[in-house]
DNA sequence: ACTAAACTATTTTTT
DNA sequence: ATAGTTTAGT
């Protein structure tokens, strides 16, 4: 990995490598600020660090400093990270500071170390300290069997949303009983809660959980055990949390429980102003309640950011000052104005794509790395656009994130043979692969083995082991279930002879797993064989296949995301290395990294921000949003370009937009938006990137588009963007581009159109006159 | 029980 | 457009 994805500051980092271990030379280079927010080790502590300030440098130097100084042994010390990315880096950096690995340090997800507790002391929740951890996926069929079995209309309530619900409520340490006084709409006919307390009550038959329960459990387990929990007070002298503006309620009562009343020390590292997980359960109020929370509790601001020059940051900081409701701070920097944010619009996605690879080529060939450009799109969607350019220039790239290798069909299946070779009694894995690949057993004898389990209480395992003895099941449905039996016996005592990957691979040979996709003669399926046979070399590194298990569950790490180009055309010259790519990614998955060129694809209202963040959670979504801007502008270290775009191709459909209000936002002394964009649209026209000083654009290249600039001529002046629209439904109307039509619907100024010509579209009201 | 065709929902972000 | 799911036909 290039430097820039280790995050953070890379200036600071770059001083942090000369030091020693020899002193207490890890504070050298601190600032003011940061040297105290290290030092400061009695009581409560809010380190707000703003981007680029070294947050990460002032996280690690504490723990460095607190084991150098000997205020407490490595195994005193609690650190909760959100990613495991994050608590690698940290184990990494701490051990740089002291020139030496540390041993026994409670550092990891919040997860990953509720698990460790909780395995501890699972028979107090009433698990077995084996519990399986079960993903989405398990968990929305789990939730689907509960659904079918009280007959709800599963197209009107779909399990897929009722997990998304418990999960919700589950963020906020709520129980099936509190949920019950809770408003929760009207999900299968009020019942939701009921389902959710059978949901409980199944998975501790299973011995399992989901992720939020590794959460609510431990809470439970704090609060009725009040000896363990004190023991855990003893054993964390000083307690640290990353992102602390990305907790949810669940992590918060958690840390709170932990933290105790008295003799810990907790300190807690965030920016309220780049908190963007609002929608999956996370309350940007744990952090603006904090000095309440904690009485006499210290508040560090940092504020000299080392990343980004003045032009950049002062627009981010203009942006972000447009919320309210924030702890307030006031980002500087010493670096000089740099370049302006460069504000564009183009007619249409392809033209943005096209543009952004042109800025980059130019800007490869004068000698910089492909590296240190970023794209950083809103949804993940329009990663394609720029995919399919890219490939047709021979632009190397790499897309961050993406499906998650652990996450695919195939893997999960494979897993799902593990986790009934090991734990015959997993019924939900069991399931999963009892007729895959296909052996015979479809509905009819699933529903017999179901149903004997259920009504002796048993494991579908035993269930089925007990039905081979009888008639019930057809003969070839028989034979074809013992096999698969004995099939596992005969793996299991295999389990002493051989290592592991090998009986991995047999597995999926003697199943019929893998001529099952041999067979297959889709075009994904070769790729599913490559990636079994990762999985089979993968699980070499793992001491045994629980082991294994207990990594994919929480450590749910992505693959490297697909990586695309031609290599050779830009293989010349000493500028390109191998690993040479433009950054492709979403811009939650770019918090934390910095690029010396940013570009801000897609700022149009709908897009971003995006619409169902507004619909779903209205002004407080909004301010999310522009959180969201606020990350995407402060990861550039030199240069942001923001771009949008007139017409974008949506499922295919196109929706015109309009510029996001976001553009409004930024102070105009530190963009250029290419004068008047906004007021004479026929700006439109393809402009270059690369030849503008600081104070003017050279429109260089002209589209021959004569004709989208007499659209936009006759253009209405710009209303207010949440006044209704001139039309009503069922008024005839004429567009530029598609002809006459009817508008069947109008939502504020957007106008669902049905064309004679082209069918329905969505328009925005100003493309569009009435018909005469 | 399996397969192919038809249909449908789904496209914000993910520990 | 695509993938996933349901349905009807073999």
Redesign the pocket.
């Known amino acids: 990995m290039p430097n820039t994805f280790d995050s953070d500051d890379t200036r600071s980092l770059m001083r942090t490598k000369t030091l020693t271990m020899n002193s207490s030379s890890y504070l050298d280079g601190l600032n003011d600020d940061q040297r105290a927010a290290v030092e400061s080790l009695e009581g409560p502590l809010l380190v707000l660090a703003g981007a680029g300030t070294g947050k990460t440098r002032v996280l690690t130097t504490r723990l460095a400093h607190i084991i150098h100084t000997g205020n407490a042994s490595p195994s005193q010390l609690l650190a909760v990270t959100?990613?495991?990315k994050a608590a690698r880096q940290m184990i990494d950096r701490v051990g740089n500071l002291l020139g030496h690995s540390v041993d026994g340090l409670w550092l990891g997800?919040?997860?990953s170390v509720a698990v460790r507790i909780l395995r501890m002391h699972a028979e107090i929740v009433g698990l077995k300290s084996n519990f399986t951890i079960l993903d989405?996926d398990d968990q929305t069929r789990l939730l689907k069997q509960l659904l079918q079995a009280r007959n709800v209309d599963?197209?009107r309530w779909?399990a897929?949303n009722l997990c998304t619900m418990i999960?919700r409520w589950k963020d906020r340490g709520l129980t099936p009983k509190q949920v019950e006084n809770i408003d929760f709409g009207d999900f299968a006919n009020g019942e939701a809660y009921l389902i959710f307390r059978e949901y409980q009550e199944r998975l501790r038959v299973l011995n399992a959980v989901d992720?939020g329960d590794l959460l609510t459990h431990c809470i439970t387990l704090f609060q009725n055990e009040t000896d363990i929990l004190s023991n855990f007070h003893k054993r964390f002298r000083y307690i640290l949390v990353d992102e602390y503006q990305d907790t949810n309620i669940a992590q918060y009562l958690w840390l709170r429980l932990l933290a105790g009343t008295g003799q810990q020390n907790i300190c807690c590292v965030g920016d309220d102003d780049q908190s963007?997980y609002g929608?999956?359960g996370a309350e940007v109020g744990n952090i603006l309640r904090f000095e309440k929370d904690f009485p006499g509790a210290e508040i560090i601001r940092l504020e000299q950011n080392y990343r980004s020059s003045g032009n950049i940051l002062a627009a981010a900081s203009g942006l972000i000052e447009k919320n309210v409701g924030r702890l307030g701070k006031t980002l500087w920097t010493d670096d000089d104005l740099g370049h302006p944010v460069v504000v564009t619009g183009n007619w249409d996605g392809e033209e943005e794509a096209r543009a952004i690879g042109i800025a980059i080529e130019e800007k490869f060939h004068a000698g910089s790395s492909l590296n240190e450009f970023a794209i950083l799109v809103?949804?993940?969607?329009q990663t394609r656009a720029f995919e399919e350019r890219f490939l047709s220039i021979g632009l190397p790239y790499r897309v961050i994130?993406g499906p998650?290798f652990y996450e695919r069909?195939e893997i999960r299946d494979a897993i799902a043979y593990i986790r009934v070779l090991i734990q015959p009694d997993d019924d939900l894995a069991f399931e999963r692969i009892l007729?895959v690949p296909?052996?015979?057993?479809?509905?009819?004898?699933q529903q017999i083995i179901h149903q004997l389990a259920r009504s002796s209480q048993i494991s579908l395992h035993q269930a089925s082991r007990i039905i081979i003895g009888t008639d019930e099941l057809k003969s070839a449905?028989r034979n074809s279930l013992s096999q698969f039996l004995e099939n596992f016996e005969r793996w299991r005592s295999e389990l002493d002879e051989k290592p592991h990957w090998e009986i991995l691979e047999v597995i999926m040979d003697e199943s019929g797993y893998t001529s099952m996709w041999q067979a297959d003669k889709s075009p994904q399926a070769p790729g599913r064989l490559e990636n079994i046979k990762e999985l089979i070399s993968a699980i070499e590194d793992f001491e045994s296949f629980s082991a294994f298990i207990e990594h994919v569950s929480l450590v749910?790490d992505?693959e490297n995301g697909r990586e695309g180009g031609v290599q050779n055309r830009f293989s010349r010259g000493q500028a390109t290395k191998q690993n040479d790519m433009v950054n492709i990614m979403?811009l939650?998955?770019a918090k934390g990294l910095e690029f010396d060129t940013v570009f801000l694809p897609g700022w149009e209202e709908g897009l971003f921000p995006?619409q169902?963040?507004l619909d779903?959670k209205g002004s407080e979504g909004l301010e999310e949003e522009r959180r969201l801007a606020y990350v995407g502008l402060t990861r550039a270290r030199k240069e942001a370009q923001i771009l949008f775009a007139a017409n974008r191709r949506v499922?295919?459909q196109w929706i015109s937009a309009i510029p996001s209000r976001f553009i409004d936002d930024l102070p105009v002394d530190n963009i250029i938006t290419n004068s008047l964009i906004k007021n004479h649209p026929k700006l439109y026209e393809k402009t270059s990137y690369s030849h503008y000083t600081q104070d003017s654009i050279t429109l260089v290249s002209k589209d021959s588009r004569n004709d989208l600039n007499v659209l936009w001529e006759e253009e209405k002046p710009v209303k207010n963007r949440n006044s209704g629209s001139r039309f009503k439904t069922n008024d005839r109307v004429v567009h530029r581009k598609f002809g006459v039509g009817r508008v069947s619907k109008v939502d504020g100024e957007k106008l669902d159109i049905i064309f004679d010509r082209v069918g329905i579209k969505k328009v925005v009201d100003r493309f569009v006159e009435p018909e005469k």
């Open positions: 959100f990613t495991n997800t919040f997860h989405t599963e197209k779909p897929r999960q992720f963007i929608w999956r809103r949804a993940s969607f994130g998650r069909q007729n296909k052996r015979g057993l479809g509905d009819a004898s449905a749910m992505r979403t939650h998955s995006h169902l963040a779903e499922y295919n």
